[in-house]
């Protein structure tokens, strides 16, 4: 039986967002405005990543960084709003996968530390 310890908050839901830059600085910026706004709690950055993609009917093999943030649902618009006003991409990989399991203490966490645009925390 599921005592629900482990499962993320029903108020909150959080997800992971995964956003590739074409350089690691660019990460880093994205990333770290990311969590001083608050619209991220945690920004991992792995690099390099290699990705293969069809941009205007052509393969490109590219080296990108990854950026791995952990956010709240209630919050990728405006994570993905901000992305696209830093990012040097036409069109940035700015995707969210649900968080369906978590210590307890990390998903409180990634709640205590992210807040709505415009909302002191509280």
């Known amino acids: 039986m599921d005592s629900g310890k482990n499962n993320p908050s029903p108020d909150h839901k959080a997800v992971i967002v995964f956003i590739t830059t074409g350089s690691t600085d660019e990460a880093k910026k994205i990333g770290k405005l990311l ?29 990108e ?3 791995i943030s ?35 203490s990390y998903l409180d966490w990634i709640v205590k530390e992210t807040r709505i645009p415009g909302k002191t925390p509280s």
């Open 35 to 63: 969590v001083e706004e608050g619209l991220a709690a945690c920004c991992t950055i792995i690099q390099p990543v290699e990705s293969i993609f069809k941009w205007k009917d052509a393969i490109h093999v590219e080296q």
């Open 70 to 104: 952990k956010t709240r649902e209630e919050l990728f618009s405006a994570l993905e709003k901000r992305v696209k006003q830093l990012h040097s991409y036409e069109v940035p990989e700015i995707i969210a996968i649900p968080i369906t399991q978590g210590s307890k």
């Open 65 to 67: 960084t990854l950026i």
